[in-house]
């Protein structure tokens, strides 16, 4: 079945309709004509000091050995549908609510909307894991905004890794290599507003790439515009590194319940580990080096 712009479940298609569409949707994939199965090799690398086991190459993405069948863009439309063992060269838009998506590489160069992996406004339970997200060097967003979560999801080469809205958890994944588009601030994870927000036990990495650029941070949290508030966000056992400030968060934020605890920093920012305004929570910070506590630039 050749996939160019598909919509799953209420099927439609921007060049031919889809002729067969299984009863879980893409259970095993679809694939694009003349394309070869990708099968995930192993690795060895490892994702550096931090806390125990930290996430990277050997235990995010697509599990290795895993055979995946070639395919294109996706537009998912059925509640509950499973998307699983999917080479996916182009981007994924979600509109459905309790849809899954394992075991599956998508690469997104030119996402219609800015992110590689869309949740649609009004969508819910999204859950991503043991994927690989890949912006290809120019995609502006990884995934976002609201009521998803990623588990041993590698996500690498755009802008932003993820962007964080109402109801999100991300845990034991790894955000590398992002890339700066233009004059944007590249994050490995940024919230303007949202509540309900958990970081736990993931990798998050944005050391100085070969020009030198440190990028922004590897966690950005503000609220750049309005009123727009941060409530109840919790950044528990991760490993931080790079970035200006490694945290940032701004001094103009409108929040409540913020706590980052038990994470630990990388030596490659710029300035310091974490900036923040004051009544933000920071309990058991330390250096990956020399197991230091430190203290928090105060901003406001």
């Given amino acids: 079945m050749a996939v160019s712009r598909a919509t799953v479940g209420g099927v439609t298609r921007r060049h031919r309709a889809l002729v067969a569409l299984l009863a879980v949707v893409l259970v095993g994939g679809c694939g694009t004509e003349g394309g070869d199965d990708y099968v995930r090799p192993a690795t060895t690398a490892s994702a550096g000091d931090g806390p125990a086991s930290p996430p990277g190459p050997d235990d995010t993405g697509v599990p290795p050995g895993t055979v995946l069948e070639p395919?294109?863009?996706?537009?998912?439309?059925?509640?509950?549908a499973v998307v699983d063992g999917l080479d996916i060269t182009g981007c994924v838009v979600v509109r459905a609510d309790d849809v899954t998506i394992q075991n599956t590489r998508i690469r997104c160069a030119d996402p219609d909307t800015a992110n590689v992996v869309q949740v649609a406004d009004g969508a819910t339970g999204l859950l991503v894991q043991d994927t690989e997200i890949d912006g290809m060097g120019t995609a502006d967003i990884g995934v976002g905004w609201s009521d998803y979560t990623l588990r041993r999801v590698e996500v690498h080469r755009t802008n932003?890794?993820?962007?964080?809205?109402?109801?999100v958890l991300i845990e034991r994944s790894w955000f590398h290599d992002m890339i700066r588009q233009?004059?944007?601030?590249p994050d490995c994870v940024q919230a303007t507003q949202g509540t309900g927000i958990t970081l736990r036990g993931n990798t998050f990495d944005v050391?100085?790439?070969?020009?030198?650029?440190?990028n922004n941070a590897a966690i950005m949290l503000g609220s750049e515009t309005g009123k727009r508030r941060l409530e109840?966000?919790?950044?528990?056992?991760n490993w931080l590194n790079g970035g200006n400030y490694t945290v940032n968060v701004r001094q103009d934020t409108h929040f409540d319940?913020?706590?980052?605890?038990?994470?630990?920093?990388?030596?490659?920012?710029?300035?310091?580990?974490a900036q923040a305004p004051a009544g933000?929570?920071?309990?058991?910070?330390?250096?990956?080096?020399?197991?230091?506590?430190?203290?928090?630039?105060?901003?406001?």
């Fill in 71 to 80: 395919s294109g863009d996706l537009d998912v439309t059925e509640d509950g």
């Fill in 160 to 167: 932003d890794g993820a962007r964080l809205g109402d109801d």
């Fill in 257 to 273: 319940d913020v706590v980052f605890r038990g994470n630990v920093y990388g030596p490659d920012s710029r300035y310091g580990p």
């Fill in 280 to 300: 933000v929570v920071f309990d058991g910070e330390t250096m990956s080096e020399t197991d230091q506590v430190w203290a928090v630039n105060e901003v406001g």
């Fill in 182 to 185: 233009g004059e944007l601030h």
């Fill in 207 to 214: 050391p100085a790439d070969g020009s030198g650029d440190l």
């Fill in 232 to 237: 109840q966000v919790l950044v528990v056992g």
